[in-house]
């Protein structure tokens, strides 16, 4: 949100994004004052004053922000970012609010957990895969000399160990090796393929109800790997349902909207998918919820841990971003990916 003002507070230019936070037309932002918008204007006219006067270059502060006719009845918390401009009695004023720069600084950190996750997953897989083929091997060539059935037995276990740990690999390494397949895609197909395939695995007991907003327009993408990530999610959650289904009450939700002016990665985007896999099991969870997406993190027994670190690599493909609200009784998965 930018504004140029006056040092005397008159408004002298808005963009979109000011007017809307505001509630305002352009017009009544333009013949209004700054200062009236703040409920604490006496540090915004004295900063705006300093600025204008060259007595610093910038100014950074919190305040709260008014919105006159906002259907939001409480002031909203921003950043406040107040710059000269070549006219000395002009200043530029930037807003972002405290919410939104809280978001940012939390995708940022996951993005760079993710790479983090990403770098050591793949050495990791490597340096598994290489001793585990020599092993395998070395188990089949010693069950070709050994007469004993308990020894056979033995050695069967090793195989059958390295084969699944080589299947594991394989899942980590998987992400780096598939291709980015790009075409037109549309949510609710990737939506529809999860439902059935959830319903084909959970028949009684289960209900996944539909919550579509059927404007969304096609965008862009791998529709096998959205499909992968909202079923891996889709699939955890009917996995967490495990005695609501016995009860017959258990139920995930898919939910489609249209997100308006999101921010993602610092970029803005006018607008956005915003995907929900809603469920209402027990909860995720609070000794991991802050680790979910870490890789060989699972909070179910046998649980390879890897579904959601896929799912958050699959979205993040996408400039998308991946969240999850959790609580006993409702936890949902929140998916943001830019539209065109």
């Known amino acids: 949100m930018v504004a140029v003002v006056h040092r005397d507070g008159h408004c002298l230019f808005a963009n979109a994004a000011f007017e809307h936070v505001l509630g305002l037309s352009r017009r009544s932002v333009l013949r209004g004052s700054l200062f009236d918008w703040f409920v604490d204007a006496h540090i915004v006219r004295e900063t705006v004053a300093a600025v204008a006067r060259n007595d610093f270059a910038t100014s950074r502060f919190e305040a709260l922000l008014r919105r006159p006719t906002s259907i939001h009845s409480d ?34 950190r996951a993005l760079g957990q993710a790479q983090a996750n990403k770098e050591l997953i793949r050495n990791l897989a490597h340096e598994i895969k290489n001793p585990l083929g020599g092993i395998r091997g070395a188990a089949q060539l010693l069950e070709m000399e050994v007469e004993s059935r308990a020894l056979t037995e033995y050695t069967q276990v090793i195989i059958q160990e390295a084969d699944r740990l080589q299947a594991l690999v394989d899942r980590l390494l998987a992400p780096h090796r598939k291709p980015h397949v790009v075409s037109d895609v549309n949510i609710h197909e990737v939506c529809e393929r999860v439902r059935s395939l959830i319903l084909a695995e959970f028949p009684r007991g289960l209900t996944v109800q539909r919550d579509y907003d059927i404007s969304i327009p096609d965008f862009r ?120």
């Open 75 to 108: 002031p909203l918390p921003v950043h406040v970012i107040v710059n000269q401009m070549d006219r000395g009695d002009q200043v530029v004023v930037e807003l972002v609010e405290i919410e939104q720069q809280t978001r940012q600084d939390r995708e940022e």
């Open 221 to 340: 993408g791998d529709r096998e790997q959205l499909i992968q990530a909202v079923l891996n999610i889709a699939h955890n959650a009917a996995q967490a349902l495990a005695e609501r289904i016995q009860q017959g009450d258990a139920s995930i939700t898919l939910r489609t909207r249209i997100a308006r002016q999101v921010t993602l990665g610092k970029q803005r985007y006018r607008l956005a998918l915003d995907l929900h896999i809603q469920d209402n099991g027990p909860g995720i969870p609070e000794s991991i919820r802050d680790r979910i997406f870490y890789p060989l993190v699972s909070g179910r027994d046998g649980g390879s841990g890897l579904g959601l670190t896929l799912a958050q690599t699959f979205v993040q493909q996408h400039q998308g971003v991946i969240e999850c609200v959790s609580e006993p009784g409702q936890t949902i998965f929140k998916i943001v990916i830019p539209l065109p």
